[in-house]
T-cell receptor
Framework: GENVEQHPSTLSVQEGDSAVIKCTYS??????FPWYKQELGKGPQLIID?????GEKKDQRIAVTLNKTAKHFSLHITETQPEDSAVYFC????????????FGKGNQVVVIP | NAGVTQTPKFRILKIGQSMTLQCTQD?????MYWYRQDPGMGLKLIYY???????DKGEVPNGYNVSRSTTEDFPLRLELAAPSQTSVYFC??????????????FGNGTRLTVT
């Protein structure tokens, strides 16, 4: 099955700086790559996703890039704010079916005011 | 809309006890899922359902059972609790895969400790 690796496990950034989280996946058939944000005591929430026919997608301060040849995708957060502090999960799926969605282990982002 | 609601929020069980984790959604999603989240291990799919009356195993189904009698409800049953089932459990729902919005909507989780 799909194996998703996420790096680094913890990332500390100064408020206003950028944060980048990288994920690699193993199954070349994967074509759907969502990112979820989990705040303390809450369930994960989708923040952005990308499909394999697109190389980059932006939504305000958040962007995701995808390199299908290298089988990796990254989350970019610009102008970080304290409310960006959370655990971020990447995931990959070979279809739009969530029953085959494989999650990374998560990345703790800490924004230092 | 309340979204996905899970109860209870916390529970402590003794080894061998049983319990049901409740999950309900009011978004009329036909797909529902149960995940467990262990520290530093991401999310693992336990069971999922594509509609009322239909359930299927995920990656880690052993020790659990589910049922889906209505579109709204998807309870998770632990029959003989074991320490290895200590985890945070998340229920989620989504539209059908044929739509353009397949992303998961999660509840806030149930933290279960088995001692």
């Amino acid at each position: 099955g799909e194996n998703v690796e996420q790096h680094p496990s913890t990332l500390s950034v100064q408020e206003g700086d950028s944060a980048v989280i990288k994920c690699t996946y193993s199954d070349s058939a994967s074509n759907y790559f969502p990112w979820y944000k989990q705040e303390l005591g809450k369930g994960p929430q989708l923040i952005i996703d990308i499909r394999s026919n697109v190389g980059e997608k932006k939504d305000q301060r958040i962007a995701v890039t995808l390199n299908k040849t290298a089988k990796h995708f990254s989350l970019h957060i610009t102008e970080t704010q304290p409310e960006d502090s959370a655990v971020y999960f990447c995931a990959a799926s070979p279809t739009y079916g969530n029953n085959r969605l494989a999650f990374g282990k998560g990345n703790q982002v800490v924004v230092i005011p | 809309n309340a979204g996905v609601t899970q109860t209870p929020k916390f529970r402590i069980l003794k080894i061998g006890q049983s319990m049901t984790l409740q999950c309900t959604q009011d978004m009329n999603h036909n797909y529902m899922y149960w995940y467990r989240q262990d520290p530093g291990m991401g999310l693992k799919l336990i069971y999922y359902s594509v509609g009322a009356g239909i359930t299927d195993k995920g990656e880690v189904p052993n020790g659990y059972n589910v049922s889906r009698s209505t579109t709204e409800d998807f309870p998770l049953r632990l029959e003989l609790a074991a320490p290895s089932q200590t985890s945070v459990y998340f229920c989620a729902s989504s539209y059908s895969i044929v739509t353009t919005q397949p992303h998961l909507h999660f509840g806030n989780g149930t933290r279960l400790t088995v001692t």
